[in-house]
């Protein structure tokens, strides 16, 4: 399943979520409908924050560069987004992850309340 929303506007964040297992086909249509909701974001407010809700997410790697190229990759998400927090399960990889990568523009987080509260921290 893959689901977009906006959860706040002032500033604008994106709440982008992939769980269970997800087709190709589904990855097609939901990232379609996620580059909708991110132009219209886009042309209201310019730039925007980015929460990736992975938790449940069954990863299968064929679906998931595909999901990468189409969506994490596209010229809107690269060009317009402030501050992503990822949202995943607990798991080693995850501690990898945010070992390696965290910034003070990327973070990684097992509880959507924690990345939604470092969201609406900004930190200039």
Known sequence: MIETSITGMDPAVIHHRVSGTVSDQEVLVGVKEALVLVRDVVTLSGKFDLILDMRGYVVNI??????????????????????VAVVGDDSPTLDAEKALLASEKLNFFTSLAEAERWIARKVD
């Open 62 to 83: 064929q679906t998931h560069r595909r999901w990468s190229l189409e969506f994490k990759e596209h010229e809107l998400i690269v060009g317009n987004t402030d501050r």
